[in-house]
């Protein structure tokens, strides 16, 4: 315990640059629990299409929509999913897939279409980065 006082004390900066990621891992991890959003893996995705008429809405641009997406799924950019929500009224109790390119934009479309009172919202893991690097197959238009 001793060593670590000296250390904190020889490197100030260091220390508080460590303790500034600590603490950012924990709130990011307790956030993660508190949160309505799932997570799905692709094989995961692949079942809730199948068995639960799952809507797969992915939100990447129109360009990266055509080079490669997952079948069947719809493309809403995430800059018009404010406007066009109301585009998804009819799937509000069927589960949503959420897709960008690496999980990280979809979280923040999951959460409006929560606040929007959708029940069933879901981020596809890894986003298209995974599914492709899994070898999953794509629809290009």
């Given at each position: 315990?001793?060593?670590?006082i000296?250390f904190?004390?020889n490197?100030?900066v260091?220390?508080?640059?460590?303790?500034?990621?600590?603490?950012?891992?924990?709130?990011?991890?307790?956030?993660?629990l508190?949160?309505?959003?799932?997570?799905?893996?692709p094989?995961?995705l692949?079942l809730?299409?199948?068995?639960?008429d799952?809507?797969?809405?992915d939100?990447r641009?129109?360009?990266?929509f055509?080079?490669g997406h997952?079948?069947?799924?719809?493309?809403?950019?995430l800059?018009?999913?404010?406007?066009?929500?109301?585009?998804?009224?009819k799937s509000?109790d069927a589960?949503?897939?959420v897709?960008?390119?690496?999980?990280?934009?979809?979280?923040?479309?999951?959460k409006?279409?929560?606040a929007?009172g959708f029940t069933?919202v879901?981020?596809?893991?890894?986003g298209?980065?995974?599914?492709?690097?899994?070898?999953?197959?794509?629809?290009?238009?």
């Open positions: 315990m001793q060593q670590y000296e904190a004390g490197h100030p260091l220390s508080l640059i460590w303790a500034a990621l600590f603490f950012a891992l924990v709130f990011s991890w307790i956030q993660s508190l949160s309505k959003i799932q997570f799905v893996s094989t995961e692949t809730k299409v199948n068995r639960e799952a809507v797969v809405l939100i641009g129109a360009d990266d055509k080079k997952i079948a069947g799924a719809r493309s809403l950019p800059a018009q999913l404010p406007t066009q929500i109301e585009s998804l009224e509000k589960p949503i897939i897709v960008c390119f690496a999980g990280m934009s979809a979280q923040g479309a999951a409006q279409l929560l929007a069933k879901f981020v596809l893991t890894g298209m980065q995974k599914w492709v690097g899994d070898s999953l197959p794509v629809v290009k238009k």
